[in-house]
């Protein structure tokens, strides 16, 4: 059974660009949530996916957006990029939208 | 509105001692999930244990155990005869149950335990 993977691990971004993190699930998983997790801090919910809509969001700008896909991997699009959305983004999947999460290694974005 | 507070930024100690990383949660909901997770350097996020609110027995894992108390809204962490390997950042985190509409994670602020040889 293969676990959840990020791509890619890291990236270098400057002010204004956009960028995408990709996430595969863990095979037989229908959701997919994502983290935001800034230096020294906890994670923080961007938003979830549960059969390619959009279910759950927490406090974070239209320029983030994401999609899920019919095999139930995801993507997170951030567009203007700012220097504060360095930070390691986490993906998690679980089974159904109240299940138990596993997460990805995540993927550290830099922003300069 | 939901909250995780992890008052110990930092922790340190020697190999072998005990350790306790608090966990103070509020939430207006009646049915909840509290976890923990570790985060090694590496960065991924390693799930530990789950908790029902309606659970609050004691539960203990090897050298790890959980103190879950509902009339405090804590739920404590404690590692008994600390290693080396057991040297992360431990965030304690809150959920809505089973027939919410999510069951997106409210962490804390996290420990950073060191634990020196």
């Known amino acids: 059974e293969t676990g959840v993977t990020q791509s890619p691990t890291h990236l270098i971004k400057t002010r204004g660009q956009q960028v995408t993190l990709r996430c595969s699930s863990q095979?037989?998983?229908?959701?997919v949530s994502w983290y935001q997790q800034a230096l020294g801090q906890g994670p923080q919910f961007i938003f979830q996916?549960?059969?390619?809509?959009?279910?759950g969001r927490g406090n974070f700008p239209p320029r983030f957006s994401g999609l899920q896909f019919p095999n139930y991997s995801s993507e997170l699009n951030v567009n203007a990029l700012e220097l504060d959305d360095s930070a390691l983004y986490l993906c998690a999947s679980s089974l159904e939208r109240t299940g138990e999460q596993f997460f990805g290694p995540g993927t550290r974005l830099t922003v300069l | 509105a939901q909250k995780v507070t992890q008052a110990q930024t930092e922790i340190s100690v020697v190999e072998k001692e005990d350790v306790t990383l608090d966990c103070v949660y509020e939430?207006?909901?009646?049915?909840?999930?509290l976890f923990w997770y570790k985060q090694p350097p590496s960065g991924e996020l390693v799930f530990l244990i789950r908790?029902?609110?309606?659970?609050?027995q004691n539960e203990i894992s090897g050298r790890y155990s959980w103190n879950f108390q509902k009339s405090t809204s804590s739920f404590n962490f404690t590692i008994t005869a600390s290693q080396v390997v057991d040297s992360a950042v431990y965030f304690c985190a809150l959920s809505e149950a089973e027939g919410g509409a999510t069951n997106k994670l409210i962490f804390g602020t996290g420990t950073l335990l060191a634990v020196q040889p």
């Open positions: 908790r029902n609110s309606f659970d609050e």
């Open positions: 939430t207006r909901d009646t049915t909840y999930y």
């Open positions: 095979s037989g998983h229908n959701t």
């Open positions: 996916y549960y059969r390619e809509e959009e279910n």
